[in-house]
């Protein structure tokens, strides 16, 4: 006990971190977000119809490069966005992609949470995608 006492806001900081970094895993997971591989991803973007790619990154690193046909959707004003982002989607797929993965992850839940029935989180992001050699456009 005198252990936890010394070291409570230790322990207490340890816990928030935690719970920040495994937020967005797990409200995925409770909300049924799929995540797809950039090769997956490149599939589907041959597939009639193709997905609503959404790009949540910034609009600067959006412009750096980003996959042909992404839309840039900040995740800073994503919630706003929902109902237009279902009515471009009409039915299909929705994509999204960030650099890593991670900040679409939580654009996804977003997503998924405001309605759109499936979408999917690209593992990896840009990152990945560019690793992979595939294109991307600026």
Request: aromatic share 4%.
């Amino acid at each position: 006990m005198e252990w936890l006492q010394q070291n409570g806001l230790t322990v207490l900081l340890t816990l928030m971190f935690l719970v920040l970094a495994l937020k967005n895993p797990l409200l995925a997971r409770v909300y049924g977000v799929e995540s797809v591989t950039v090769q997956g991803l490149a599939a589907l973007l041959q597939a009639k119809p193709a997905p609503l790619l959404i790009d949540v990154r910034t609009p600067m690193e959006y412009a750096a490069g980003h996959i042909s046909g992404a839309r840039n959707e900040p995740l800073h004003g994503l919630n706003k966005r929902v109902a237009a982002i279902q009515e471009l989607a009409s039915g299909r797929d929705v994509v999204t992609v960030c650099r890593s993965g991670a900040r679409s992850l939580g654009g996804a839940v977003i997503l998924k949470r405001g309605g759109c029935p499936k979408v999917l989180n690209v593992s990896g992001g840009m990152l990945q995608w560019t690793a992979q050699g595939f294109p991307s456009i600026r």
